[in-house]
């Protein structure tokens, strides 16, 4: 992960100098994600190409995710090609007015090995140069916890307050309880088998009071496949009902909405629509 400090008058900035992954063979994918992000302002693209040239010459398919501020890298492709890719990144600001928020980012990268299908810090596995305009380089403690995996069902998530945390099912046909997590902002139940949210307004309307993230105007998110689900469990006086449905990223989002019977307050869940909802 790296620090970069930018202005909204600055030209596109260059992530990394070089990039090396310490692996051989072939990656599965990567994700890049902008700390301190804002909506409409940061981006990620790549010099001198565009997502389609990118998919064309290195076999790796691009999405930015500009609700998260999320880069996701897709393609069994050799680690080559993916050091190629990461060493065209940019970061670009796109307000040019005075009042754009600007600020210092960390960018985090996390990649998908091919042999085990697992998401590894990239402290562990890639080494980079810092660019000009790069100030710090954070240490393996100081690592951003992008994911958070979940072996069994009992397992507590503990995200951080200053990022974007997913937690991602790696078990089979788990059952997780929303009241398990804090500060967290997505759950990734896709997983092996069938796996299901169990979800409670009380623990919904507490992640989101005691999440900036979710607090500034995002919500919390569940992702999946088919055979995966969410209960909505109601409490006395609670109802739950599906308010519709949002596109994001091109991906499609059932919302579903309720009210706390208790202090009035209202609340949101978006749930990819591979995942099914039972109403409870």
Sequence with gaps: MA????KPEDAPTDIFASVAIDQGGSLRGA????GNYHIGEDILLFKGKTFSEISSTYGIVVDFDSAVGKMTLNGDATVANYNAVLSLLQY???KESSSALGGEHAISIVLKDLSDNSSTSEAAIVKVQPSAVVFAVLDTQQSWPVIHHV????????????TYDICEL???NLTLNLGQMSSVEMCDLTGVGSNKLLVRLDDLININLNNHVLSAGQFFKVVGDQGDSVDLISSVGET???????VDADEFYNVYHSTSARDGSAVDIWVRNQVAVNII
């Design 240 to 246: 739950w009902s599906k308010s519709g449905t949002i």
């Design 92 to 94: 670009d600001n796109l």
């Design 31 to 34: 994700i890049i994600s902008i």
């Design 3 to 6: 620090f970069i400090q930018t």
């Design 170 to 172: 790696d078990g089979e």
């Design 151 to 162: 072996a069994d069902s009992a397992t507590i998530v503990t995200g951080s307050d200053a």
